[in-house]
């Protein structure tokens, strides 16, 4: 079992910033690819930004120059650092890894980009 915990959403106004954190329970998170997805109210769950093990990065086309996802290996942990934030970007963003063939999903955290 893997559990994934996000953290680091809240409410901002358009063109803040947002650090979002996402810790995982198992050492072998060294060896997953991580991802960030998001879904807003009535839409679909897409994917946000996705990191390699091996560091490379991959980002929707409405997020990049923007959103940038990072992880440490030593700590777990998975990042998704959101600047020049748009009402648009409002969603409950989701950390996601596949381990062993199976999908994990973290809990979700809430980001409101609001005036």
């Known amino acids: 079992q893997v559990q994934l915990v996000e953290s680091g959403g809240g409410l901002v106004q358009p063109g803040g910033s947002l650090r979002l954190s996402c810790v995982v329970s198992r050492s072998s998170f060294s060896s997953w690819p991580m991802a960030w997805y998001r879904q807003a109210p009535g839409k679909q769950r897409d994917l946000v930004a996705i990191i390699t093990s091996g560091g490379s990065t991959n980002y929707a086309d409405s997020v990049k120059d923007r959103f940038t996802i990072s992880r440490d290996n030593a700590k777990n942990t998975v990042y998704l650092q959101m600047n020049s934030l748009k009402p648009e970007d409002t969603a409950v963003y989701y950390c996601?890894?596949?381990?062993?063939?199976?999908?994990?999903w973290g809990q979700g955290t809430q980001v409101t980009v609001s005036s």
């Open positions: 996601n890894c596949v381990a062993w063939g199976t999908p994990y």
